[in-house]
């Protein structure tokens, strides 16, 4: 690079730098904010993209550069919160060191890497002019693919109209009891225009933004739908993360979730607020992201045509989708770890990406979630020892090959030592269930899933239900065809399958040996089933280069299959969609009720009627949300239990906190006072509140026993019906 543009980039990253700093402490406009916190991660991305990845179209490298950036903003953002705090000041730091990071990466542009993005042609290209007949046909099939492309945008953007209409801020089970059923017809045909778009050859680059918008809608359905929320743990979340904005920290500060926290706060900072907006919609929004990344590791790593490598990276979304579906640390972890898988085909075929970034992600992961961080490290590091293998000598293969054994066995059992570690830091409870493992029976029971039901003699239910329950075989198979494809390639392609395998052990060893006692019994099983889903994400890479492979050949040899297969595929994508969130039809019924305007009412009547009196309430999961959301975290209570000697939330948390399992108690004494008392006794006030939500099991029973019981009582819009209890000092 030369001198004089050198200089150029350093004044634009100081520029911009500059404006992002000065938007931190300036009373700019939104408008202006958004617009400077815009051009900074660009820019600075565009900054590091000139060395990390020199070699790539501008686009790709700014694309690259970008997502680097991100990683690089929460893994920083995370240790500076964790050993400070995210104030003003410390977030102008965290984006100098981006900043600078990016300038770095820019010096190092003269080590150039080997071009290999654009595919060789497979016919050499000719000096003549195409023929007028063939130069027409061109520009039918490019116009033809713009406008289906344009058919699939204009379709998706009704699918988010529809959604939006129905928006609701009742208390549902499913967002489908919403939700038009023109929903799926107009995602089916959205689908199927992409595809037609991609696979057909008209406009594979074209159709790469509406396979991204079809992922942005199929993730956003609860965002868009639930008013007030959706789900438990994001309300936690959000609430931790309008602390942080407005403190700094919050206390205790968790060793974990941390990249998420970070990254949703100095975007917060910089835009001068929205953390809530930010939160709902960090999760869709990366996943739509998901699309080009596997886009450019095909086209990179496998020189697949666009039009294969276009259509496979829409089959994304065949994946268990129920993690996307809402911002929690977990979901946000996992985007980090298929966007890592992703890119890393390039790095395993051909040593075409910059293992330093692998990495980067990783320690990203690992700041937000170690269920998703560790195994990702462990992936990270497999890549870099299989893919440098071919290249040493004798001796160096074998101490590659023992290194490989060594990081494969140790990460084989890397997350059950993980907790049972920290049990013995925190006091969690987590135990060894040994005698699982002497009993290969039981081991096998212990796997078994529930079965699922395929035949309620309904077509469309039939179908959907019935991908569900092959689904993960599919992929697996898929993934294990990819694996001989990649090598062709190069032998090190395996190091998807050797990380699945690791992390299929991980899933074994905590789905029956390791045990959470402390957990409701319902969740007990949450860890291991988080661990199959990577364990499916690992392979997915693979399973997509399947499917690239299945559709470049049908292209060449019966282009009439295509359609056959788009179609499928369409009708595979919308039912994923589908499965994604909570369902009541014939097969499942979802008993969880979300969060809604009457729970709202209900926790601002007890606290203006509490008038600053200390007091708990026993209520369900949807209402505690309710509070959380709109009071954050205020008040705790020393137990006076030393059976669980942890500070007690004022409101019920549904993960092994007592006072959940006194409001269970409570239901089932139909709100008798002698069950109320157990929570006066345990946060040590004088005042319990007992809410009963009107589609509680037995919840009119409950209502008239409680009456009788309680010094008070009143209810929301006939909804949520409130007890007062008072203990006489």
């Not at 016919?123 to 520009?139: C, G, H």
């Not at 293969?397 to 890397?414: D, S």
């Not at 039939?462 to 991908?467: A, E």
């Not at 994400?537 to 292209?555: D, E, K, N, Y």
Request: glycine share 6%; proline share 5%.
């Amino acid at each position: 690079m030369s001198t004089r543009l050198h200089l150029q980039h350093t004044a634009f990253s100081l520029v911009i730098t500059a404006a992002a700093v000065s938007s931190l402490l300036l009373p700019w406009s939104f408008g202006v904010r958004a617009a400077i916190a815009l051009v900074f991660f660009l820019g600075t991305g565009f900054i590091a993209g000139k060395g990390l990845f020199a070699d790539e179209p501008q686009f790709w490298r700014t694309f690259l550069g970008t997502l680097s950036v991100l990683a690089l903003t929460m893994a920083v953002g995370s240790a500076v919160y964790y050993l400070h705090r995210l104030d003003t000041a410390s977030v102008a730091l965290v984006l100098l060191v981006d900043a600078f990071v990016a300038g770095l990466c820019c010096a190092r542009t003269a080590q150039r890497r080997k071009k290999i993005f654009n595919a060789t042609p497979s016919v050499t290209p000719s000096d003549t002019a195409p023929a007028p007949t063939k130069k027409v046909w061109l520009i039918v099939r490019a116009v033809t693919g713009t406008l289906l492309a344009g058919i699939a945008i204009a379709l998706i953007a009704y699918g988010f109209f529809m959604l939006a209409g129905a928006a609701t801020g009742t208390s549902i089970r499913s967002p489908w009891d919403v939700v038009p059923r023109m929903f799926f017809i107009t995602f089916f045909f959205a689908a199927a225009a992409t595809l037609a778009a991609s696979a057909g050859g008209l406009a594979p680059k074209t159709s790469l933004l509406a396979a991204a918008g079809l992922a942005l809608l199929a993730a956003s359905v609860a965002t868009t739908v639930y008013s007030v929320g959706f789900g438990f743990d994001p309300f936690i979340h959000r609430a931790t993360e309008a602390t942080i904005f407005r403190d700094g920290f919050i206390s205790p500060k968790p060793p974990y979730y941390l990249g998420q926290y970070a990254l949703v706060t100095i975007i917060a900072k910089l835009l001068g607020g929205s953390v809530n907006a930010i939160d709902a919609w960090l999760v869709p929004a990366a996943f739509s992201l998901l699309i080009p990344c596997a886009y450019w590791g095909l086209r990179k790593a496998f020189s697949f045509p666009p039009s294969a490598s276009a259509a496979a990276a829409l089959s994304i979304l065949l994946l268990p989708l129920d993690s996307f579906a809402v911002t929690t640390p977990q979901g946000v972890a996992n985007v980090v770890f298929l966007m890592t898988a992703f890119l890393a085909l390039p790095a395993v075929t051909k040593g075409a990406f910059p293992r330093s970034v692998l990495f980067l992600f990783a320690a990203a992961a690992a700041s937000i979630h170690p269920i998703a961080g560790i195994p990702l490290l462990i992936f990270a590091a497999l890549v870099a020892l299989l893919s440098s293998y071919e290249r040493r000598r004798t001796l160096h293969k074998v101490a590659l090959a023992v290194a490989v054994m060594i990081v494969a066995l140790v990460g084989a059992v890397a997350l059950p030592a993980t907790f049972m570690l920290n049990s013995l830091h925190s006091g969690a409870g987590v135990t060894l269930d040994a005698d699982t493992l002497r009993s290969p029976t039981a081991l096998i029971e212990t796997l078994q899933a529930a079965p699922v039901i395929t035949r309620q003699f309904s077509a469309i239910y039939d179908f959907v239900y019935s991908w569900k329950a092959w689904r993960d075989t599919v992929i697996v198979l898929l993934a294990l065809l990819g694996v001989f494809v990649a090598r062709k390639k190069t032998k090190t392609g395996f190091v998807y399958l050797v990380s699945g395998l690791v992390l299929a052990s991980n899933y074994v060893l905590l789905k029956s040996v390791v045990q959470f006692p402390f957990l409701i019994a319902y969740e007990r099983s949450n860890y291991a089933d988080r661990l199959w889903e990577l364990t499916l994400f690992v392979l997915a890479p693979m399973a997509v280069t399947a499917v690239a492979a299945i559709f470049s050949r049908a292209g060449k040899h019966v282009p009439s299959v295509r359609v056959v297969i788009a179609l499928l595929l369409a009708a595979l994508l919308t039912s994923s969609a589908y499965l994604a969130y909570p369902r009541r039809d014939k097969y499942e019924n979802s008993r969880g009720w979300s969060t809604d305007s009457s729970d709202i009412s209900a926790v601002r009547s007890i606290e203006k009627d509490a008038a600053g009196t200390p007091y708990v309430v026993l209520a369900n999961q949807s209402v505690s949300a309710a509070a959380v959301r709109e009071f954050g975290f205020p008040k705790y209570f020393a137990s006076k239990d030393a059976a669980h000697p942890s500070p007690i939330f004022y409101y019920p948390i549904p993960t092994g906190d007592p006072l959940y399992q006194i409001f269970l108690d409570t239901n089932a004494a139909l709100g008798r006072r002698e069950a109320v008392r157990k929570a006066m006794d345990l946060a040590g006030v004088h005042t319990a509140y007992y809410v009963v939500s009107y589609y509680w099991w037995h919840a009119q029973e409950i209502i008239l026993t409680a009456k009788r019981n309680a010094d008070a009582s009143w209810s929301v819009s006939d909804e949520d019906y409130v007890f007062k209890y008072v203990r006489t000092k």
